[in-house]
C-alpha cells in the first residue's frame, strides 16, 4: 500500500523552530520528486518547497527562502522541512507530497501521493 505519512508538526512560537518528516512506504522516494505543499483556512493549497529526484536539488518558494530547509533520506526513505524563524504566516496544514519527475513542479497536479497534512501553528 503506497503512502506517505508526516509528522512534527505542533505549536511554537514566533520564531521558534520546527522539523517535519514524510516518510513513504510502499515504494521508493529515490525516484520521485517531493514536494511540501501548506494550505492554510480560507486560501488555496501553495507550494513551499520541492527537492528533486534526479539530482537532491532543492526548491523553495520566496516566502520561506533562508527560513526553510528541505533534505532526503533515501536509506530512510523519507524527506525532511527544517523550518526555522518561523512567523505567523507559516501556520497551516502542511502537506508532502511525491511527483514522478526528475525535476521540480509546483503544480498540485503533477503530484500522484499526497500525505493526510500535519498541522504547523505559529503563535504566542
Known amino acids: 500500500q503506497v503512502q506517505l505519512v508526516e509528522s512534527g508538526g505542533g505549536l511554537v512560537q514566533p520564531g521558534g523552530s520546527l522539523r517535519l518528516s514524510c516518510a513513504a512506504s510502499g515504494f521508493t522516494l529515490d525516484y520521485y520528486t517531493i514536494g511540501w505543499f501548506r494550505q492554510a483556512p480560507g486560501k488555496e493549497r501553495e507550494g513551499v518547497s520541492c527537492i528533486s529526484s534526479s539530482d537532491g536539488s532543492p526548491y523553495y518558494a520566496d516566502s520561506v527562502q533562508g527560513r526553510f530547509t528541505i533534505s532526503r533520506d533515501n536509506g530512510k526513505n523519507t524527506v525532511y522541512l527544517q523550518m526555522n524563524s518561523l512567523k505567523p504566516e507559516d501556520t497551516a496544514v502542511y502537506y508532502c507530497?511525491?511527483?514522478?519527475?526528475?525535476?521540480?513542479?509546483?503544480?498540485?497536479?503533477?503530484?500522484?501521493?499526497w500525505g493526510q497534512g500535519t498541522q504547523v501553528t505559529v503563535s504566542s
Open positions: 507530497a511525491a511527483a514522478p519527475l526528475g525535476g521540480s513542479s509546483w503544480w498540485p497536479e503533477d503530484y500522484h501521493f
